[in-house]
């Protein structure tokens, strides 16, 4: 629940900046007073979510318009490719834990809106789960994980990590 109740609290920036301040493990507790151990700032800057990005990518290039599975009376909507289904699977959960926060189908058209059910979701499911279980069971349901249907899923999500990253790697140097 803390998961939950953070990540409706928290704004959903992936660019900003933090601190990490790193130790020798070989520092000498026993230094005196007076001499101050060495103390090095590093600054973090990649904050990407790249499984999120990749799931993006691979569901709807990143257009919050994209409408699929119109072969169904009502089909996957947004960035994510949310279904009628995980709307209401979320606002399930957001209810068990007693968020008064509730989801609209509309809300599939917003990318902010797409992003907060999938962490919603991701952390209720798959809190502990690796990168391949959460994306096999986006594309494939609770037990998507299992079915060979969504190995070719989790090979398209896996290229475009690699791609991200690369393309991260690239504008770095």
Not at 41 to 59: G, M, N, P, S
Not at 140 to 158: A, D, F, I, N
Request: charged residues 30%.
């Amino acid at each position: 629940m803390k998961h939950l109740l953070l990540l409706l609290m928290v704004p959903f920036t992936f660019s900003g900046e933090a601190e990490l301040i790193h130790y020798s493990p070989s520092l000498d507790l026993t230094t005196l007073p007076d001499e101050q151990p060495k103390i090095e700032v590093i600054e973090e800057k990649d904050h990407t979510d790249y499984l999120l990005e990749a799931l993006i990518q691979v569901e709807s290039q990143g257009n919050e318009n994209a409408v699929g599975d119109k072969h169904l009376s009502r089909p996957s909507i947004g960035v994510l490719q949310i279904r009628p289904i995980m709307v209401r699977e979320v606002n399930r959960i957001l209810k068990k834990h007693k968020v008064e926060k509730k989801y609209t189908l509309e809300d599939r058209y917003s990318r902010e809106k797409s992003i907060e059910m999938f962490y919603i979701w991701q952390a209720f499911h798959h809190a502990d789960d690796s990168n391949e279980v959460i994306a096999r069971c986006w594309n494939g349901g609770s037990k998507g994980w299992k079915r060979k249907s969504t190995l070719y899923y989790w090979s398209k999500v896996q290229i475009e990590i690699n791609n991200l990253k690369l393309q991260k790697l690239a504008n770095n140097e």
